[in-house]
Nanobody, 122 residues
């Protein structure tokens, strides 16, 4: 399984960005796809999760602002739409995958993308 992220950048608070994660070598209904983020000096945290059955969950700090969905126009691509961005959303964002259910524990994910930087200025 290979994961490639894109779509990061810089935006002012209140703005929006959309991240993409394109995967190869796996099937959606078997793997969990998740987005994690890591800010300088902080631990990597799970942000949004797409289970093999298509259900999605979010960490409390982004619920209602971030939307994780499958891109119906691009094969094997998931999108993380990030709205109402805040300076505290600034981090390196990583796409991750594991076979089976989603968990918040970063250590259970076998596959990782290279990361894409998101910077939100106040």
């Amino acid at each position: 399984v290979q994961l490639v992220e894109s779509g990061g950048g810089s935006v002012q608070a209140g703005g929006s960005l959309r991240l993409s994660c394109t995967a190869s070598g796996y099937t959606y209904n078997v793997y969990c796809i998740a987005w994690f983020r890591q800010a300088p000096g902080k631990e990597r945290e799970g942000v949004a999760f797409r289970a093999p059955d298509g259900s999605t969950t979010y960490t409390d700090s982004v619920r209602g602002r971030f939307i994780l969905s499958k891109d119906n126009n691009a094969r094997n691509t998931v999108l993380l739409q990030m709205n109402s961005l805040k300076p505290e959303d600034t981090a390196m964002y990583y796409c991750a995958a594991r076979r089976g259910p989603c968990y918040r524990d970063v250590s259970v994910y076998n596959y990782w993308g290279q990361g894409t930087q998101v910077t939100v200025s106040s």
